[in-house]
């Protein structure tokens, strides 16, 4: 179906006064709340919903558009109303400020995971779009803006795959790498997962926190079931004094189960709790293209 199909006009506010984010949520919701009779849209009902997500954060983009939503019970339908600012509105988010220059507000039922994920996916690679955002600002009617989304042709899936959450700016290692690296890589970006690929870029291995950690760890530790006896860091030591000299091939797991970008992400879910596996490498003909965290799940589809 066409993202288009999805916005009513009568949902698009172009040049509002606002000068923050929820003042637009505010006219927003008055506009959807006119326009669509349900019992279950009551305005301040639906603006506390709205206002409980937004404390959670993760509504704004960098590419300049805030994405506002609550999921809504009782309601068993898909809107998305647009607010386009007279004036852009600054937010600092991360220590980085933001000019926001069009609000989308999504008013889902509690199970529309599946369209509302893939049509919030459209509207980001919507911003993206220099082209689309310029005549998006532009439009001088809420038909003119509406008609943007119909000729940039988005479509929007009925299915999510694991290609619709997945990270795709993977950071991977070669297996001659050394412990040092990888440890300063996992500090320094924040790492829990990092895989190993050849040079061609096929995955030949896996290597988590744990497995750098357990590195440090003798292996008659784990033969006797304990290390109470030490008080001292001293196998941490030893670790530190060679951790140059040790190869990350050493430690990894050279047998990394992965998954293809078209796995539902039900059978992620499955396969994560199966495997009691946190992080999977995701490979199109066993060439690495992204990585799926636990955290993509929660953060993407449990409270996106």
Same mark, same amino acid.
């Given at each position: 179906m066409k993202l288009a199909n999805f916005m009513d006009p009568k949902l698009v506010l172009l040049?509002?006064?606002?000068?923050?984010?929820?003042?637009?949520?505010?006219? &927003?919701?008055?506009? +959807?709340?006119?326009? %669509?009779?349900?019992?279950?849209? =009551?305005?301040?009902?639906?603006?506390? $919903?709205?206002q409980e997500r937004e404390a959670l954060g993760g509504t704004i983009l960098p590419s300049g558009i805030a994405i506002p939503h609550a999921r809504i019970p009782l309601f068993n339908d898909f809107l998305i109303a647009?607010?386009?600012?007279?004036?852009?509105?600054?937010?600092?988010?991360?220590? &980085?400020?933001?000019? +926001?220059?069009?609000? %989308?507000?999504?008013?889902?039922? =509690?199970?529309?995971?599946?369209?509302? $994920?893939?049509?919030?996916?459209?509207?980001?690679?919507?911003?993206?779009?220099?082209e689309v955002m310029k005549k998006l600002l532009a439009a001088e009617t809420p038909h003119q803006f509406v008609e943007v989304f119909e000729q940039a042709g988005y479509m929007v899936k009925k299915d999510l795959t694991v290609a619709d959450i997945m990270t795709t700016n993977v950071v991977a290692l070669k297996k001659n790498a050394t412990l040092k690296e990888l440890t300063d890589l996992m500090y320094t970006k924040h790492l829990r997962y990092v895989p190993i690929v050849d040079d061609t870029g096929k995955l030949i291995g896996e290597i988590g926190v744990i497995d750098l950690i357990k590195a440090g760890i003798p292996d008659y530790?784990?033969?006797?079931?304990?290390?109470?006896?030490?008080?001292?860091?001293?196998?941490?030591?030893?670790?530190?004094?060679?951790?140059?000299?040790?190869?990350?091939?050493?430690?990894?797991?050279k047998n990394p189960v992965s998954l293809k970008p078209n796995t539902s992400v039900i059978e992620v879910a499955f396969e994560m709790s199966r495997n009691k596996k946190r992080h999977f490498a995701i490979c199109d003909n066993g060439k690495l293209v992204g990585v799926v965290s636990a955290m993509d799940l929660l953060s993407k589809v449990l409270r996106a």
């Open positions: 040049k509002a006064e606002v000068s923050s984010v929820e003042e637009a949520v505010q006219q &927003a919701l008055q506009a +959807v709340v006119k326009n %669509y009779r349900h019992d279950a849209l =009551q305005y301040d009902q639906v603006l506390k $919903l709205v647009s607010v386009v600012p007279k004036k852009p509105i600054l937010v600092t988010q991360k220590d &980085a400020e933001i000019e +926001v220059k069009v609000i %989308y507000l999504f008013i889902i039922s =509690q199970t529309a995971s599946t369209i509302y $994920l893939n049509a919030l996916a459209k509207i980001a690679e919507s911003s993206k779009s220099e530790a784990f033969r006797i079931g304990s290390l109470k006896f030490l008080s001292e860091l001293e196998p941490m030591t030893e670790l530190l004094l060679n951790e140059d000299k040790i190869s990350v091939e050493s430690i990894m797991n």
